[in-house]
């Protein structure tokens, strides 16, 4: 089963805008992490946040996690054609192995 | 550095058959997970190896097995396949305590 909920399931934008992407999951964990997959294909690593952090960036990536409320959103900046694909949250949950758990993605369509 | 490698990229077998894919990790990597995607799913996690041993297991049956060789790399079969078994599969590499790097998957279709 599922661990997390991406919402939205789609999301439809043009090129400059922000899009934000929110996953909600239901357990403890160590670590969320997010990725971006195109065409089906295989995923890319985008940022990793530990449970003890609140907010981290990387270029036009942020993402925020909030444990009290078991949630963490993706912000992507100035949006571009190339940002189209899947993007997905995946929790790192303390089973004492490092075992991701897949949300169910979020598919954007950046349009120029 | 050569990231996480995977083949065949793409397969198709037909009901009943058994199948291997392989995969080899980045380098400095020792621990293997597999992964399986449905057509507009999620990854599902499959199973992971350490040491050349499964050490955790997903909600999967006994027809998925797997092996790890003494230089990470690893081997995926899945016997007996059915129409359900087609999917992406997926390689993660890791040194066990951070970032999951995937490989670009196999394409698994069962006719």
């Known amino acids: 089963s599922q661990q997390g909920e991406e919402d939205p399931q789609a999301l439809s934008i043009q090129e400059g805008e922000n899009a934000t992407m929110n996953c909600s999951y239901k357990?403890?964990?160590?670590?969320l992490q997010w990725y971006r997959q195109n065409s089906g294909r295989g995923l890319v690593h985008l940022i990793l946040?530990?449970?003890?952090?609140r907010e981290k960036h990387s270029g036009r990536l942020r993402v925020t996690l909030d444990t009290s409320k078991k949630s963490s959103s993706l912000l992507i900046t100035a949006s571009r054609a190339a940002d189209t694909a899947s993007y997905f949250c995946?929790?790192?949950?303390?089973?004492?192995?490092?075992?991701?758990?897949f949300g169910t993605g979020t598919r954007l369509l950046v349009s120029p | 550095d050569a990231g996480v490698t995977q083949s065949p990229t793409h397969l198709i077998k037909t009901r009943g058959q058994q199948v291997t894919l392989r995969c080899s990790p980045k380098?400095?990597?020792?621990?293997v997970s597999w992964y399986q995607q449905a057509l507009g799913q999620g990854p599902q996690f499959i199973f992971q190896?350490?040491?050349?041993?499964?050490?955790q297991r997903g909600n999967f049956p006994d027809r998925f097995s797997g092996h790890q060789f003494p230089n990470y790399s690893s081997e995926l079969n899945v016997n007996a396949l059915l129409l359900g078994d087609s999917a992406l599969y997926l390689c993660?590499?890791?040194?066990?305590?951070?970032?999951?790097?995937f490989g670009p998957g196999t394409r698994l279709t069962v006719l």
């Open positions: 993660a590499s890791s040194d066990g305590n951070n970032e999951q790097f």
């Open positions: 357990t403890s964990i160590n670590n």
């Open positions: 946040i530990r449970s003890n952090e």
């Open positions: 995946a929790t790192d949950i303390p089973t004492g192995f490092q075992k991701l758990v």
């Open positions: 380098s400095g990597h020792d621990t």
């Open positions: 190896y350490y040491e050349e041993e499964e050490r």
